[in-house]
């Protein structure tokens, strides 16, 4: 079992910045992928990044592409979303996921495993 926390979300105008944090207690964190999704009031679950165990591999939605950064800081043992020029479509509940097993489709939900309960981020026009 691994329990996830997310921490960093808040309230921001349009064009604003905010950075995510993901940790886990009694694990690490590099041994597993890690992905970020959000959901929309309303709206289903939808992926936004995600990151290998060694770093190396990182995948974004199109959505997000030159805006977000995902990074994982072995050390702090956290992975973190870097979120610039946010918009009022990124508002949403942000969930750090973690998968036990080789990672096939990075964008679809049921390849994770374990869950955080989220982090609230609204952004304002």
């Known amino acids: 079992q691994v329990q996830l926390v997310e921490s960093g979300g808040g309230y921001v105008q349009t064009g604003g910045s905010l950075r995510l944090a993901c940790t886990a207690s009694?694990?690490?964190?590099?041994?597993?992928?890690i992905a970020w999704f959000r959901r929309a009031s309303g709206k289903k679950r939808e992926f936004v990044s995600a990151?290998?165990?060694?770093?190396?591999?990182?995948v974004y939605a199109d959505s997000v592409k030159g805006r977000f950064a995902i990074i994982r800081d072995s050390a702090a043992n956290t992975v973190f979303l870097q979120m610039n020029d946010l918009r009022p479509d990124d508002t949403g509940v942000y969930s750090c996921?973690?998968?036990?097993?080789?990672?096939?489709?990075?964008?679809?939900?049921?390849?994770?495993?374990?869950w955080g309960q989220g982090t609230q981020v609204t952004v304002s026009s």
């Open positions: 996921a973690a998968s036990g097993l080789h990672i096939h489709e990075w964008v679809s939900e049921y390849e994770y495993d374990w």
């Open positions: 009694g694990r690490t964190l590099s041994d597993y992928p």
């Open positions: 990151i290998s165990k060694t770093g190396i591999t990182t």
